[in-house]
C-alpha cells in the first residue's frame, strides 16, 4: 500500500489581487507551491505526489521542481473549471494507483502542513477508512434571523472546522467522484471532497489539525506566512 499525495493548485486567486496565479507568488526566492510540496517530499511515509495544476503553467512547475529536487513528483494534471472538477481530474489522472492506496489530497496554497498533521491523517484514514484535518471552533456562531438581527446560536463544542490535508482510499474517491458528477451530488462551488463524501452518506473521521496551517487567499495571509517563516519560537515555550 502507497501513501500518494494529490497536490491541488488550479485556481487563479483572483482575490489575491496579484498578476500571476498566487500558488505561484515568489516569497523569500521560492514559489507558494513549493513550500507546500516540500512538506510531502520531506515526508517519509508519502511515496508519490502528484499535482493539479493551472493550464499554461505545467512547465513552470516542472522547472521549479527539478530546481528545488522535489523528486518525488510523477506527474501534473490540468484543473478544471471548479474546486471539484480539479480534483476529480486528479484522481482520474492516477492510473498507476492500486485500490487501498492512501490518495493524500491537500490545497497548493495551504503550505504550512506539518509533519505530525500528515502523519496523523494516514493513520487515521489507515484505522478508519478516511480522515479530515480538524480543528476546534472557538468563535461564537449565530444564525441570521435577518440582516441585523439574530435569536439563535450554534453551540461551538458541537462544531468543528476542517481543511486539508484529508485522506482517502483511491478506490472510494473513484466511485465517489464517478457517481458524483453522474449524478450531480456535492459538486456545487462551494463542495470539496469531504462535503461530497457527507452528501454521498459516508461518515467522515477527524485527524489532528493546526493553526499554522493556513490557506493564502489574501494578501493579509501572505503576510502572516512570511511571519510564520520568521519566526522562532521562543526557547522557554515546551
Partial sequence: MSNIALIIAGGVGNRMGQDIPKQFINIYDKPVIIYTLEA??????IDEIYCVCLEGWHD???????QFEITKLR?????????QESIRNGVMGIKTAKD?????????????V?????SDVIVTCEKYGNAVTSMPYNEQIFVKKDENTTVQYIPRDTLRRVSTPQAY???????????????????????YTNTMMVDLGETLHFAAGSDRNIKLTTKDNLEI???YLKMEKDSWIK
Fill in 60 to 66: 513552470v512547475l516542472r522547472a521549479y521542481s527539478k
Fill in 225 to 227: 506566512f512570511k511571519a
Fill in 169 to 191: 482510499p483511491y478506490s472510494k474517491l473513484v466511485w465517489a467522484y464517478k457517481k458524483a458528477f453522474e449524478e450531480n451530488i456535492g459538486i456545487s462551488a462551494s463542495s
Fill in 75 to 83: 506527474d501534473i494534471f490540468t484543473g478544471g473549471a471548479s474546486a
Fill in 40 to 45: 510531502f517530499q520531506k515526508h517519509p511515509k
Fill in 100 to 112: 487501498d492506496d492512501v490518495i493524500i489530497i491537500h490545497d497548493g496554497v495551504r503550505p504550512l
Fill in 114 to 118: 506539518d509533519d505530525s498533521v500528515l
